[in-house]
Every structure is written in structure tokens, then in C-alpha cells.
């Protein structure tokens, strides 16, 4: 059974930084990653990505050059990284991995939707 669990989250002032983690148990990290955001009256939103066998990553728009997603040497624990927070960073922020199909040595076929999710965490930023 797959469990993310997600810590990091809290309330900052605007500008101000926050590292978020997702651990996982009964889950090897070699499909992509990511994590998404939801604020009340809005769908979930996705904010960064990461591949975990070329490292690529991807973010959408609005935290480019903000937020950096990465994961440990020893790929158990997945982080983001918020610097220059701004209110409208606000939100639950949760922690999401692709289902593995199947894999080889230096292979994994991985599912085309984020399977896996974590209970989420809360970022509040204020003005």
C-alpha cells in the first residue's frame, strides 16, 4: 500500500520562504512526481514536476524562479523548495507520484495520471 505524507507547510509574510517534503513508504521513486495546490472554490492546480530518472523538471508559470522541486541523493524524499512567497501562493499543497507498471534495470513504465496523493499540507502567506 502507497503512502505520501506530506510536511513543511505553515503560515509566513509575504517574502518569506518555506521547504516542503514528501516521504513515501511502499512506493520506489522511479515514476515522475509532483506537487499540486488547491485553494477553496478552485480546481487543483499543478505546480511542479520532476522526473525521477532524467531529473527533469518542469513548473507552471507563476512559480518559475520561485519554487524549485528536487528530490534527496537517496531519492526517499521529495521537496519544495518556496522562496518569495506571495499571498496568492496560499493554498493546500499536495504531494503526488505516477503509478509503476513495470520495471527493469534501467527501465519503468509508469502510468500516464498521478495515482498516488498525500493528505496535503497548508501554506497560508499574508500580506
Known amino acids: 500500500q502507497v503512502q505520501l505524507v506530506e510536511s513543511g507547510g505553515g503560515s509566513v509574510q509575504a517574502g518569506g520562504s518555506l521547504r516542503l517534503s514528501c516521504t513515501a513508504s511502499?512506493?520506489?521513486?522511479?515514476?515522475?512526481m509532483g506537487w499540486f495546490r488547491q485553494v477553496p472554490g478552485k480546481e487543483r492546480e499543478e505546480v511542479a514536476t520532476i522526473d525521477n530518472d532524467t531529473i527533469m523538471t518542469s513548473y507552471t508559470d507563476s512559480v518559475t524562479g520561485r519554487f524549485t522541486i528536487s528530490l534527496d541523493n537517496a531519492k526517499t524524499t521529495l521537496y519544495l523548495q518556496m522562496d518569495s512567497l506571495s499571498p496568492q501562493d496560499t493554498g493546500v499543497y499536495y504531494c503526488?507520484?505516477?503509478?509503476?507498471?513495470?520495471?527493469?534495470?534501467?527501465?519503468?513504465?509508469?502510468?500516464?495520471?498521478?495515482?498516488?496523493w498525500g493528505q496535503g499540507t497548508q501554506v497560508t502567506v499574508s500580506s
Open positions: 511502499g512506493y520506489t521513486f522511479r515514476c515522475p
Open positions: 503526488a507520484a505516477r503509478g509503476l507498471s513495470a520495471s527493469g534495470g534501467t527501465w519503468a513504465v509508469c502510468s500516464s495520471s498521478y495515482e498516488y
